[in-house]
Nanobody, 121 residues
């Protein structure tokens, strides 16, 4: 059974940094494209960052230049380094896997349970 488990969330002041991790199991990790999404209360889940199985990256405009997605195929783990955090980054963050690179939630097959990020002003 495929599992994606996120970690690294927490409470941070505006301007601070956090690094999220997502460990995958029972998944041919290196073959999959991975993505990070977030969902704030009362809002739809939105795309944050993606990385292809070849290592190419792409980002939502709202995080470009502040967030960095990376992957370590030897550890079956994808990361999201978040710098210069803003209160509007507050949300539950989810990692997910897809067969093809995409910004659409519908294209992602497996999802983690989420980790909460709260940015105080």
């Amino acid at each position: 059974q495929v599992q994606l488990v996120e970690s690294g969330g927490g409470l941070v002041q505006a301007g601070g940094s956090l690094r999220l991790s997502c460990a995958a199991s029972e998944l041919p990790f290196s073959a999959y494209n991975m993505g990070w999404f977030r969902q704030a209360p009362g809002k739809e889940r939105e795309f944050v960052a993606g990385i292809t199985n070849a290592g190419s990256t792409y980002y939502a405009d709202s995080v470009k230049g502040r967030f960095t997605i990376s992957r370590d195929n030897t550890k079956n783990t994808v990361y999201l380094q978040m710098n210069s955090l803003k209160p509007e980054d507050t949300a539950a963050y989810y990692c997910a896997s897809s067969v093809s690179p995409s910004r659409r939630t519908a294209d992602y097959v497996y999802w983690g349970q989420g980790t909460q990020v709260t940015v105080s002003s």
